[in-house]
């Protein structure tokens, strides 16, 4: 390689180390291109592909080769037109409800809500306007009669969080439409493996990809699949805000995707074994799994999703009981998310939906003695072991 010695060392230096190598073999993996600009032929290009009028990179906010690949990828696993994929789930569901919002507009969201979308519903968006009504997903009554109103936004779980609430989408969807608004749902619990929203027309779907689809809990990220109209507007609204995932995080997700299927059968093999055992101990007030048939919702749930997923709960009456149960859990490590290699157990009324008021709590259906496992890849014998020698430490002071 020639080196022109008429330019300084730190010119040389700055052209040399930003060469980028012409591959025409490429490798099989989608290369993370950690960088934030990108060269046009000259400056009509880069005016025409920062506006939009030419396809093409300029700067990664907009668009970034290894974010595309992943937006891409997850669009083709939920069978939708186009996917932009963000910073953070939150990210993604703020961007997804902000593209379809102005001040005025009604949003009517579920009453069983991932806590932090419930207060960005009800701190931040209320105080630009818009006014948003909780109704439960699962009383079609309910929410036929919340969609009487004008209704800009149907906002919904497919999976409830922490609930585990399964919602009939396909109907639901036309219930929303029927009443003219764009049908949003957060299908984080489920991943696209097991239930694919567009499939039963809901216009917009995001996840935390943080959670199933990363599966590793070592990156933050979040997606938003639909219309490529819709994805444009949601597109639209990451430029101004800023949410865009970082290159290196977009290849972390596009990694977990490549075994997204045999982690979501090991998971939901593991978690219906434990929510069967779960079922039939003494002790415990309440078992709730979408693959078992005492589930509220098991018929919609056996024909809307693959399997009943990875995540169960278990009610044990008391917040006492619950925190005895989770301080004497061996395996699990004492965190708060969901959707990973490993087992985690949660109290959601004092982490997860500690927003909540224990009023806004019970009408959302979250008992004090809740917990939420997210079934991870451990051994099941050692998992159900685990699980019991919990349920006696926690259990023994109120003798069962
Ligand atoms: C159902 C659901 N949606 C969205 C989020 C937010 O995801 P993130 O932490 O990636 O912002 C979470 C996080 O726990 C969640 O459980």
Redesign the pocket.
Known sequence: MSTDHSRGFGTRAIDHATRSPVVRQPGNSVPIYQSVTFVSEDAAELGDILADRQRGYAYARSDNPTAGALGDAFAALHGAEAGFVFA??????HAALVSQLRAGDRVVATRA??G??RTLLSSVLARFGVAIDYVSATDPGAMEAALEQPTRVLYL?TIA?PTLEVADLAHLAELGHRAGATVIV?N??ASPYLCRPIELGVDLV??????WVGGHSDV???GVVGSAAHIAQVRETEIETGGMIAPFAAFLVLRGIETLHVRMDRHAATAAALAGHLASHPGVRAVRYPGLASHPQAEVARRRLRSGGGLLTVDLGTRDAAARFLDALRIPPRTA??GSIQTIAAHPAST?HRQLSDEELATAGIDPGLIRVSVGLEDVEDLRADIDQALTAALAPVAV
Not at 206 to 211: A, F, H, N, P, Q
């Open positions: 953070s789930g939150m990210a993604a569901i809500l991932y932090s979308t779980e969080n957060d984080t619990f995001v996840e935390s990809l943080t959670k933050l990220a979040g998310s969901l997860t």
